[in-house]
């Protein structure tokens, strides 16, 4: 197994970390790995925003409510960004344009994009010994971060990535089995994937009752049914639209 495989393997999320600074160098590596990632038909179209304010770091906390958000050496926010292909264009190119950036086509483009770079970055910063918690929790108030970043029309907030020298050292979550991810040449009825789904939920089971901290008693199916049962930023919709994406 070569170091590369081994480094995707031995990911986990990291909640604490040092204070240990990273380096200028450090972080140029980083975003210029996450560059080189592919992107559709060379639009690249994300930004990537790198937070050293510590007080911005406080403000983005309040939005998050994970302490990782304001205790890091760096924190990278990728943003889905059409805007630059807007500003390209003249006026009268622009009318002919509208359509297609305001398109959900689009707005998918735009979030592989960004997720394609951030995974770039985040295997740049682990093998680098570094550790990486992407927070998704920043659109628990998407209002509230666009206003923090100024993000103009056609640019909306995905998510972050929180990035420092590990302070902890946790257990590898596991993933679910591979034959109920992995399909092949067609989709596999769900009859088909219920063993595999029974046999991680013993595992998550197990892996949360005997980790190192935060035990409890809890499955897979459990914490899925629980996510979906209750409505959960129901204003990301109106803000992207509000943005001058996906409303076509």
């Given at each position: ?11 986990r999320?990291i909640?604490k970390?040092?204070?240990r600074?990273?380096?200028q160098?450090?972080?140029?590596t980083?975003v210029?790995?996450a560059?080189q990632a592919?992107?559709?038909?060379n639009v690249?179209a994300?930004?990537i925003?790198?937070v050293?304010?510590?007080?911005l770091k406080?403000?983005l ?9 304001k205790?890091n050496?760096?924190?990278?926010l990728?943003c ?6 807007n500003?390209?264009?003249?006026t009268e190119e622009?009318q002919y344009?509208?359509?297609?950036l305001?398109s ?8 592989i994009?960004a ?6 970055a985040t ?8 550790g990486?918690c ?9 209002n509230r971060?666009?206003?923090?970043l100024?993000l103009?029309?056609?640019v909306?907030?995905?998510?972050g990535l929180?990035?420092?020298?590990p302070?902890h050292n946790?257990?590898?979550k596991?993933?679910?089995p ?9 989709y596999?009825p769900?009859?088909?994937q219920e063993?595999?789904i ?5 595992e998550m089971?197990s892996?949360y009752?005997n980790r ?7 499955t897979?199916?459990?914490?899925m ?5 209750t409505?959960?930023r129901m204003d990301?919709?109106?803000f992207v ?5 996906n409303k076509r």
């Amino acid at each position: 197994m070569n170091q590369v495989i081994q480094t995707l393997l031995n990911h986990r999320s990291i909640r604490k970390f040092t204070d240990r600074k990273l380096s200028q160098e450090q972080i140029h590596t980083i975003v210029k790995s996450a560059q080189q990632a592919s992107t559709s038909s060379n639009v690249m179209a994300y930004s990537i925003i790198g937070v050293t304010d510590q007080n911005l770091k406080n403000e983005l906390y309040k939005v998050s409510g994970h302490t990782h958000v304001k205790n890091n050496a760096h924190m990278l926010l990728f943003c889905g960004d059409l805007h630059r292909i807007n500003q390209l264009a003249n006026t009268e190119e622009k009318q002919y344009m509208e359509s297609n950036l305001e398109s959900t086509e689009q707005l998918i483009v735009a979030t592989i994009d960004a997720a394609l770079a951030a995974q770039n970055a985040t295997i740049a910063a682990e093998s680098m010994g570094l550790g990486i918690c992407y927070i998704g929790s920043l659109r628990n108030d998407i209002n509230r971060v666009n206003e923090l970043l100024e993000l103009p029309g056609h640019v909306i907030p995905l998510f972050g990535l929180v990035i420092g020298y590990p302070d902890h050292n946790p257990e590898i979550k596991p993933r679910l089995p591979i034959d109920s991810i992995y399909h092949e040449n067609k989709y596999k009825p769900f009859a088909e994937q219920e063993q595999f789904i029974e046999a991680y939920d013993n595992e998550m089971r197990s892996y949360y009752g005997n980790r190192s901290s935060n035990t409890k008693v809890d499955t897979w199916t459990d914490q899925m049914i629980r996510k979906f049962s209750t409505p959960t930023r129901m204003d990301v919709t109106p803000f992207v639209k509000s943005k001058n994406l996906n409303k076509r």
